[in-house]
Nanobody, 119 residues
Framework: QVQLVESGGGLVQAGGSLRLSCVVSGTIVSINPIGWYRQATGKQRELVASINSDGNAIYADSVKGRFAIFRDNAKKAVYLQMNSLRPEDTSVYYC?????????????WGQGTQVTVSS
């Protein structure tokens, strides 16, 4: 059973910073890629950032230069450092990972963590 557990969300003022964490547990052979999505109220879920096993990352244009994604393969974790936060970054942030368990390759989602940026 693969599980993704996120933490680190909260309320922050505009211009502030937060770091989100996501830890993957279960029977895992490999994780590639792993990343963060977000979904604001009334909007579609969108990719924020993703990183592959080689450490290559992609970002949504709206967060380039403000957010950074890191992964720790030994801990089976991914982090999203969010700086210069804006009210429009307010969303539920979801961790997503493509996990190979040895007998299947499947996409998994975390439960989501709320990020609220006040103006």
């Amino acid at each position: 059973q693969v599980q993704l557990v996120e933490s680190g969300g909260g309320l922050v003022q505009a211009g502030g910073s937060l770091r989100l964490s996501c830890v993957v547990s279960g029977t895992i052979v490999s994780i590639n890629p792993i990343g963060w999505y977000r979904q604001a109220t009334g909007k579609q879920r969108e990719l924020v950032a993703s990183i592959n096993s080689d450490g290559n990352a992609i970002y949504a244009d709206s967060v380039k230069g403000r957010f950074a994604i890191f992964r720790d393969n030994a801990k089976k974790a991914v982090y999203l450092q969010m700086n210069s936060l804006r009210p429009e970054d307010t969303s539920v942030y979801y961790c997503n990972a493509d996990v190979h368990t040895g007998y299947s390759l499947k996409s998994y989602w975390g439960q989501g963590t709320q990020v609220t940026v006040s103006s």
